[in-house]
């Protein structure tokens, strides 16, 4: 009776798994698919996903017992990367984003990031690279709150607290003395100990990238908004130390001078890079440096009841940025896909991909700046393709984003880690 027994519960176990993998095997269905690393577009395209990997791209045989989802007339693409967003940021709900940071918590921004993490997965995005938070870690625990399945949103790669000179750009500044004055913990830092202190600060709570300002900015106080801030040796120190944990260093970084500093201690990525020279451009390519542009920004008008030293600033700036991209692309930088949302609205990053194009970048190109090369910057090999093995992270759009590249504002359906998050 024991050995009878026995047989019969593996018989149960094995009719349990079979019907399990039966449920999760699904077929996705289009008449097209791009393939990013070379271009070509496949028609029809037909992908098996199991769980939450791909395991074939139009196989000889489909399998027999599997859901089919026949999307039509659509293109498939991989999901998409965002390498600057700041889910838990919002300049444009209210008229109090410019001192939300001394009338809100981490609570409320851990919140806002909810909602701008799912708007953000919906335009297709099922990877970001979140360029910092205001203090309290509300990005690390939107991250950790999306890797157990307790929200929806894309994976997120959290930067923290931002590291910035006392009083610069990433600082919070313009209130009287007293009023949130922050230190190393919140990624204030000044001199290589009150570094060394806050990188370690970050590690320990769980970052996943380390963010610097190494120049101002537009959003901050100063006239200057490309000054350079940390010093050569406090940013060899960053690149340095963060390499020690593991992790990365992208930099805030608009004129040249500093862009060049943060080149050559060797931070990853130069986001927004708004003056570049071909001095810089040789020594980017020389270390493989990233561009990540932020073009969009331009494109819009700033948040309401901007200050008008913002508003100049950013004026300023605009020439430059117009020739630094241009130039990045005719000299074969490298170049990842950053939008900067929460400085833009959350539910509009697909419009970066025109902003890229309509400045002289192919539609493959900045297909690829959101795909394959955006991967490589944040060094992961299994998404960012639509190939066996790789994480069923899969999109749609209508039409053929070769021929037209606005239709990447219009995806239609929404798959991540095997899910279907949209499908309209």
């Not at 008008?308 to 896909?337: C, H, W």
């Not at 992270?393 to 606005?406: F, K, Q, S």
Request: with cysteine; aromatic share 6%; charged share 20%.
């Amino acid at each position: 009776m024991t050995n009878l027994s026995t047989i019969r519960g593996l018989i149960l176990v094995c009719i349990i798994a079979a019907s399990h993998s039966y449920a999760e095997t699904t077929v996705i269905r289009a008449d097209r698919m791009i393939d990013v690393r070379t271009g070509e577009l496949v028609s029809p395209a037909s992908i098996v996903v199991e769980g939450n990997r791909i395991v074939s791209v139009n196989p000889a045989v489909l399998p027999a017992s599997s859901e089919s989802i026949d999307l039509g007339d659509k293109t498939l693409l991989p999901g998409l990367f965002d390498m600057h967003t700041h889910l838990t940021l919002d300049f444009f709900t209210g008229d109090h984003w410019t001192t939300a940071a001394v009338k809100e918590t981490p609570a409320d921004w851990a919140l806002y990031g909810v909602k701008f993490g799912q708007q953000t997965l919906n335009a297709g995005f099922t990877t970001v690279r979140d360029a910092g938070a205001w203090p309290g870690f509300p990005d690390v625990a939107l991250m950790r709150a999306v890797d157990s399945g307790r929200i929806t949103g894309p994976r997120i790669y959290p930067a923290g607290h931002y590291l910035s000179i006392t009083g610069g750009h990433c600082d919070v500044t313009g209130f009287a003395p007293g009023i949130m004055e922050l230190g190393p913990n919140e990624g204030i830092a000044n001199g290589v100990d009150e570094i060394l202190r806050a990188i370690r600060y970050q590690a320990k709570h769980g970052v996943k990238v380390i963010k610097v300002c190494a120049t101002s900015g537009v959003f901050s106080a100063g006239k200057q908004p490309g000054a350079q801030q940390y010093s050569d040796l406090e940013l060899r120190t960053i690149v340095e130390e963060a390499s020690r944990h593991g992790l990365r260093v992208m930099a805030h970084a608009h004129g040249s001078e500093g862009i060049m500093a943060a080149v050559k201690a060797g931070v990853a990525s130069i986001d927004h890079g708004s003056m570049l020279t071909p001095e810089i451009i040789k020594e980017m390519k020389k270390r493989g440096t990233y561009y990540v542009p932020t073009l969009y920004l331009s494109d819009i008008p700033l948040p309401e009841n901007t200050p008008q030293d913002t508003i100049d600033k950013s004026d300023y700036l605009a020439p430059f940025v117009e020739k630094s991209f241009r130039m990045a692309v005719d000299s074969g930088v490298n170049i990842a896909l950053g939008t900067d949302s929460g400085v833009l609205r959350h539910d509009e990053v697909g419009k970066e991909f025109y902003a890229m194009v309509r400045r002289g970048m192919t539609p493959l190109h900045a297909l690829q700046t959101a795909t394959i090369n955006a991967a490589e910057l944040l060094g992961v090999t299994d998404r960012a393709e639509l190939q066996p093995g790789r994480l069923a992270d899969i999109i749609a759009v209508e039409g053929n984003p070769l021929d037209d590249i606005n239709v990447m504002e219009q995806v239609t359906f929404v798959m991540k880690d095997g899910e279907v998050i949209r499908r309209d």
